[in-house]
């Protein structure tokens, strides 16, 4: 039991760049959900889903894309990354709407340079 | 605007001794709270919560207190421990709201032995 893993852990690069952060659990949980970390702000949520074929827009959603075409996987895309975007990124997941149920990856550092 | 805030960004405290950590918010439809604890190149990880119904929760020796006139909590750790060192993250989140978290900025904790 993995848990909640995020792939890749580290990644750089440069202004204009796409790429795709993946996040896979194994907990069969229906609630995924994407926050971005920076100094001095906490945690803020970009997207969510609550189940396989949803998504909705979090707090600061700009510049982001997600899908959740299996229910196990929840992708974050940066269609044309900004240096705005350098920050850690984590995932969780929960098996319900309850908040104390979720569960934490342990981040992706993305520089953008 | 800053929903919930945590304006200590550090916090010192002798092994043994008592840590309290602040947490102050400002939306009153928030009915449960939140701390979650997180050591550096990991994902955050649940610690305690509390429903806006009780002013009280304890486990072991955590405690996290709630105010709900001065829209305050606190959590109180005690004793301190060197193992206790680590980021807190005050969050937030009300009825419905798709378990969605706000959190505050994060107080690092140092408990030196």
């Known amino acids: 039991n993995a848990g909640v893993t995020q792939t890749p852990k580290f990644r750089v690069l440069k202004t204009g760049q796409s790429m795709t952060l993946l996040c896979a659990q194994d907990m069969n949980h229906e609630y995924m959900y994407w926050y971005r970390q920076d100094p001095g702000m906490g945690l803020r949520l970009i997207h969510y889903?609550?189940?396989?074929?949803?998504?909705a827009k979090g707090e600061v959603p700009d510049g982001y894309n997600v899908s959740r075409l299996k229910k196990q996987n929840f992708l974050l895309g940066l269609e044309s990354a900004a240096p705005s975007q350098t920050s850690v990124y984590f995932c969780a997941s929960s098996y319900s709407e309850s908040a104390d149920t979720q569960y934490f990856g342990p981040g992706t550092r993305l520089t953008v340079l | 605007d800053q929903q919930v805030k945590q304006n200590s960004p550090s916090l010192s405290v002798q092994e043994g001794r008592i840590s309290i950590l602040n947490c102050d918010y400002t939306n009153s439809m928030f009915d449960y709270f939140l701390w979650y604890k997180k050591y550096p190149a990991e994902g955050p990880t649940f610690l305690i919560s509390?429903?806006?119904?009780?002013d009280k929760n304890e486990d072991g020796r955590f405690t996290v207190f709630l105010n709900k006139s001065a829209k305050h909590l606190s959590l109180h750790i005690v004793p301190s421990q060197p193992g206790d060192s680590a980021v807190y993250f005050c969050a937030a989140s009300y009825s419905g709201n798709t378990g969605k978290l706000i959190f505050g900025q994060g107080t690092t904790l140092q408990v030196k032995p």
């Open positions: 889903s609550v189940g396989e074929g949803t998504t």
């Open positions: 509390i429903s806006s119904i009780k």
